[in-house]
């Protein structure tokens, strides 16, 4: 089953539960599909390319319940908080914190990276191959403070 197959599905069984954040969730992927395959870049709808709009709109998702929070509007954050619990579901499992030092250590010591001079290089290789198992905000944050060292 592919990618697309899989989002059509899981909307068929949410319309028939009668789930409202679920659909919301996924009528919001669905849409952001969309908007991508009639983006006029020609590239086809492929698994990377679903989970990097999936990343994207998690993020979207969760800089909003920031703001949402920070103005005290519960009212809107539960609605974030549930989209993101369901978009949540479309990912790859979330790599833990130890096995991704393990995973920058080694691409630092595979590029030779020295410094916070070489962030960009370690960054570029960490972000490519880590694709939808980890945030980017928190590869960041790990490569800065290895690279301090």
Known sequence: MGFQDKINNDLKEAMKAKDEKSL???RAIKAAILLANTDGSGQEMNEERGIAIIQK??????ESLEI???Q????????EREEIEVISRY?????SEEALIA?????????????PK???????????????????????LLVKKLLEV
Do not use: W
């Open 24 to 26: 919301r969730a996924i």
């Open 57 to 62: 709109l998690l993020k979207q998702r969760k």
């Open 68 to 70: 949402y929070e920070k």
């Open 72 to 79: 005290n509007r519960q009212d809107l954050a539960v609605t």
């Open 91 to 95: 990912l790859p499992e979330q790599m």
């Open 103 to 115: 995973f920058i250590q080694k691409i630092i010591q595979d590029t030779g990276a020295s410094g």
């Open 118 to 140: 070489d962030m960009g290089k370690v960054m570029g290789l960490a972000t490519k191959s880590l694709a939808g198992q980890a945030d980017g905000k928190t590869v960041s």
